[in-house]
């Protein structure tokens, strides 16, 4: 079975720009988390989205946004980018809002120059 | 403020060694602890995982050890091999908070031949 895929591995924006990430979950598990790791830095979550509604946010500016769809894959959506914004964006996914494992995919490299 | 604090940044153990890495928190109500690792250009992968209620979980040579007074819980890498070596993030998460984990700074270990 196919893990976590996200998609694209890498991205180069300008400072200003808008930026889409995107998450298809393993098949069956329904919930997708977003997390954000700077390097040398732990991932720290963004967002947590179950059946099309998010379930949990976490402290990121309102520049941040996401949404999942009917076949429980996900975006997460960057406006005005800065240059803090470079990171690794980790999509993760579990069976379902309160499942305890969650399986990561490989991220995506956003650089922002 | 960091909800989970991981030591050392960095550890270097020599092949057939025991690798320790300690993490603690502060909050009371977290009740389930997993470790992950992560290998370069990949995403973080569930180790092991421990609730309060036990004091040690072992799976094949990776120990949980969870000190609940203390507030402090390690990671115990036994006969350590050069393909463990990659970071390591201890986390943290409360109940009906979905996916919200809390990570560690997280642990560079270089096992040498």
């Known amino acids: 079975d196919a893990g976590v895929t996200q998609s694209p591995t890498h991205l180069i924006k300008t400072r200003g720009q808008h930026v889409t990430l995107r998450c298809s979950p393993i098949?069956?598990?329904?919930?997708v988390s977003w997390y954000q790791q700077v390097l040398g830095q732990g991932p720290q979550f963004i967002f947590q989205?179950?059946?099309?509604?998010?379930?949990g946010r976490g402290n990121f500016p309102d520049r941040f946004s996401a949404r999942q769809f009917p076949n429980y894959s996900s975006e997460l959506n960057v406006n005005a980018l800065l240059l803090g914004d470079s990171a690794l964006y980790l999509c993760?996914?579990?069976?379902?809002?309160?499942?305890?494992?969650?399986?990561f995919g490989p991220g995506t490299r956003l650089t922002v120059t | 403020q960091q909800q989970v604090k991981q030591s050392p940044q960095s550890l270097i153990v020599q092949k057939g060694g025991i690798s320790i890495i300690n993490c603690a928190y502060e909050?009371?109500?977290?009740?389930?602890f997993p470790w992950y690792q992560q290998f370069p250009g990949k995403g973080p992968a569930l180790l092991i995982a421990?609730?309060?209620?036990?004091s040690e979980k072992k799976e094949g040579r990776f120990t949980i050890s969870f000190n609940k007074s203390a507030k402090q819980f390690s990671l115990h890498i036994m006969d350590s091999q050069p393909g463990d070596s990659a970071t390591y993030f201890c986390?943290?998460?409360?109940?009906?908070?979905?996916?919200?984990?809390?990570f560690g700074t997280g642990t560079s270990l270089t096992v040498i031949p």
């Open positions: 989205y179950y059946e099309k509604e998010e379930r």
């Open positions: 986390a943290a998460i409360r109940p009906n908070t979905g996916n919200q984990f809390y």
């Open positions: 993760a996914s579990s069976l379902g809002p309160q499942s305890r494992e969650q399986y």
């Open positions: 098949s069956g598990h329904k919930s």
């Open positions: 909050n009371t109500a977290f009740d389930y």
């Open positions: 421990i609730r309060p209620d036990v």
